[in-house]
C-alpha cells in the first residue's frame, strides 16, 4: 500500500464548527487530492494540489478549502461545518496527473 | 467535459457466475480508462487499467472506443469479489481529472 496517512480517522462535530482534516504521504508524489464520497455520487473531487502552495478547484469546492505549505501534508478545511457535508473524505496521491491516484484510508466526518 | 456512467448501482450474482460490470464513458479525446475496487470499509485500490491490458484477480476489461465502453468482466465470479467496483477516466490532456462513475455494489451470493 502506498505511504498515505488521514487523520483522523472518525470525527463527529457539531454544525458550526471548524473542522480540519489531514493527509499525510511518504511517497513525495507531486500530486494530492481531497475527495468526498457519498451513496448515489460515488467519489467527487473536492480540491487538487500539484505542488507546495499550488492548489486548484474541484467539482464540489464550495465550503473547503486547502493549504499545501510541504509536499507531504495536504491539508482540507471545512471554515463552518454544515450537515450537507457529512460524509467519507479520502485523499489521493499520484506521481503525475495522468498516472494512476493511490487513497488512503478515508474520514469519516459526522456532522450533526 | 468528460462522464462516467456505471448503469448498475447493484448488482447480485451466484458464485461461479460470470459477472459483468458495466461502464460507458463520454470524453472527446483520447481517454485512459480504470477500474477501481473497494472492499467493505476499506481504501479504493486500482484493479486495472486499460493501457496495462493485464487480468488481475480474474477481471479483464477492454476499451471499445466504438461503443465508448470499458465493461469490467470476471468468468467465475468469488465470494471474496463483493465489493464496490467504481470506473473512472483521465483525459489524456494536461489538467484532464481523474472521473468517477457512481459506482456499482457487487454482491456475490454462495
Known amino acids: 500500500d502506498a505511504g498515505i496517512t488521514q487523520s483522523p480517522r472518525h470525527k463527529v462535530t457539531e454544525t458550526g464548527t471548524p473542522v480540519t482534516l489531514r493527509c499525510h504521504q511518504t511517497e513525495n508524489h507531486r500530486y494530492m487530492y481531497w475527495y468526498r464520497q457519498d451513496p448515489g455520487h460515488g467519489l467527487r473531487l473536492i480540491h487538487y494540489s500539484y505542488g507546495v502552495k499550488d492548489t486548484d478547484k474541484g467539482e464540489v469546492s464550495d465550503g473547503y478549502s486547502v493549504s499545501r505549505s510541504k509536499t507531504e501534508d495536504f491539508l482540507l478545511t471545512l471554515e463552518s461545518a454544515t450537515s450537507s457535508q457529512t460524509s467519507v473524505y479520502f485523499c489521493?496521491?499520484?506521481?503525475?496527473?495522468?498516472?494512476?491516484?493511490?487513497f488512503g484510508d478515508g474520514t469519516r466526518l459526522s456532522i450533526l | 467535459a468528460q462522464r462516467v456512467t456505471q448503469p448498475e448501482k447493484l448488482l447480485s450474482v451466484f458464485k461461479g457466475a460470470p459477472v459483468e460490470l458495466k461502464c460507458n464513458y463520454s470524453y472527446s479525446g483520447s481517454p485512459e480508462l480504470f477500474w477501481y475496487v473497494q472492499y467493505s470499509r476499506q481504501r479504493l485500490q486500482l484493479l486495472l487499467r486499460h493501457i496495462s491490458r493485464e487480468s488481475i484477480k480474474g477481471f479483464t476489461a477492454d476499451l471499445n472506443k466504438g461503443e465508448t465502453s470499458f465493461h469490467l468482466k470476471k468468468p467465475f465470479a468469488q465470494e471474496e469479489d463483493s465489493a464496490m467496483y467504481y470506473c473512472a477516466l483521465s483525459g489524456r490532456t494536461s489538467g484532464s481529472r481523474l472521473t468517477f462513475g457512481e459506482g456499482t455494489q457487487l454482491t456475490v451470493n454462495p
Open positions: 489521493a496521491i499520484s506521481e503525475q496527473e495522468d498516472q494512476p491516484q493511490h
